[in-house]
């Protein structure tokens, strides 16, 4: 972890992302601001909080470094916007970002806001690391200020379709997602690994992300007798979808993608959870040489465990702050150049970025209930 940022000895080139304030010591003091965009309301909240509180944590242990740059000393503030898991709010949150000179932005959590809301980032000049979305048109849109610290759906659901159809010896595999840019996102680069390793898909089912109800699709999934599900969307939703496949008497197995592996899932699934599998991003934290520390700290400063993706907003953050660090600089074309090249070992891993923005040798790890707990069963790493 970095315990302190350095002092730099050229001139720090003065954005209009940064303020200068008055400190109690009467030292002009550079504040930086640091953009968050998550879902704050509504149905993703939980996971927007976390997000946002693992972005907090960075800033917070940044400023307790009494970091400089330019021998002015920094302070990191978060400007936090409300983008409720919707493409049409998640571009209104990214211009406000913007109009409030934030110096980058970490977020935002699903795809389907990130797709768009990255576009207006790039035309400010403003860096975007999403610590969570996945869709791998992100970075392939050929933006050059977008970044992410996760594993993609072509990596993470290619390794849960390779699964399926070598490991699992699946010989009939369905599919129903949510048909959002995530859900549907996994579940094509599912089915596209599921064939390229040899598999049978016999049915392809969708439904939408407010649905509580899957009963037309599952039943017409039954009628083809699957012997493997694979669920692409959130956790509460991949709950109530098992719980209704064992109530139809559907014995295949469960499997789903990222965004699942989480208490809720278990706690809404009652009995149906155990022996569900997923594959989710990254490894399991306490695997991690950092991980079990992360995990006190976290709880002891928020009062709550982590959901999903604090580890990953907080390690995207550091490595921005690496970032102005290394430029000696919080101009937002700086800080954008120096993502580049710049490293961090993070609570996650290892992050630094490929050309497209996408992290290098990414990881992901196979998940099961057993005894109403998730156990860790496998981690793939690499591209």
Not at 68 to 73: L, Q, R
Not at 117 to 125: E, F, N, V
Not at 157 to 184: L, M
Not at 219 to 243: E, R
């Amino acid at each position: 972890m970095v315990s302190r940022l350095c002092t730099f000895p050229r001139a720090v080139a003065v954005a209009a992302s940064l303020m200068l304030a008055t400190g109690a010591a009467g030292a002009q003091e550079i504040v930086v601001k640091v953009g968050v965009a998550a879902p704050l309301t509504g149905g993703g909240a939980a996971y927007g909080k976390d997000l946002q509180n693992g972005v907090q944590m960075a800033v917070d242990e940044a400023n307790a470094s009494h970091p400089t740059v330019g021998g002015k000393p920094v302070k990191f503030v978060v400007e936090a916007q409300d983008d409720q898991s919707d493409p049409r709010v998640g571009v209104q949150a990214a211009q406000r970002l913007v109009d409030d000179k934030v110096a980058f932005v970490i977020g935002h959590f699903n795809s389907g806001t990130t797709l768009p809301a990255s576009q207006i980032y790039a035309k400010a000049g403003i860096a975007m690391i999403t610590p969570s979305a996945t869709n791998p048109a992100i970075t392939q849109a050929g933006l050059n200020t977008v970044y992410r610290v996760i594993a993609t759906d072509a990596q993470n659901a290619g390794n849960a379709g390779a699964y399926a159809a070598t490991v699992s010896k699946a010989k009939r595999i369905a599919i129903i997602d949510d048909r959002t840019a995530f859900g549907q996102g996994e579940a094509d680069e599912f089915e596209k690994a599921v064939k390229a390793n040899g598999g049978t898909i016999v049915d392809r089912q969708f439904t939408n992300d407010k649905a509580v109800d899957f009963s037309s699709q599952l039943t017409a999934i039954k009628s083809n007798n699957p012997d493997l599900v694979f669920f692409g969307g959130l956790d509460a939703q991949a709950a109530m979808l098992v719980k209704r496949m064992r109530q139809l008497g559907i014995k295949a197995q469960f499997l789903a993608g990222g965004g699942v592996m989480d208490a809720n899932f278990i706690k809404l699934a009652g009995d149906a959870a155990n022996g569900a599998s997923v594959w989710e991003y990254g490894q399991p934290l306490a695997s991690l040489p950092k991980g079990n520390q992360f995990e006190a700290k976290f709880k002891q400063k928020f009062g709550t465990d982590i959901l999903a993706y604090a580890p990953f907003a907080y390690d995207a953050t550091w490595i921005a702050i690496k970032a102005v660090e290394s430029a000696n600089s919080a101009a937002p074309a700086d800080i954008n150049a120096a993502l580049k090249t710049t490293s961090y070992d993070g609570i996650t891993g290892k992050i630094a970025f490929t050309q497209t923005g996408d992290l290098k040798n990414p990881s992901s790890t196979l998940y099961q209930v057993k005894n109403d707990a998730w156990v860790p069963v496998t981690t793939k790493t690499g591209d």
